[in-house]
């Protein structure tokens, strides 16, 4: 299980708002990331600049708010 990071209200958009994107495969370009949330390995990008979630995201916000 993943340690509950405290994410702030904006941070927790931006996780949601990542995983509605790859739920209807809609570009993540357009989504700031802040590197807090890069630090704690909950986003990534792949080589083409594609800003994705890692499993450790999704555990997070499986756990809730």
Do not use: Y
């Amino acid at each position: 299980m993943t340690k509950k990071i405290q994410l702030n209200d904006e941070q927790w958009r931006t996780l949601q708002a990542l995983r509605e994107a790859a739920a209807q495969r809609s570009p993540t370009d357009s989504i700031k990331v802040s590197s807090r949330l890069r630090s704690n390995g909950f986003v990534a990008s792949d080589q083409r600049g594609t800003i994705f979630l890692t499993d450790q995201g999704l555990s997070r916000l499986s756990q809730g708010r």
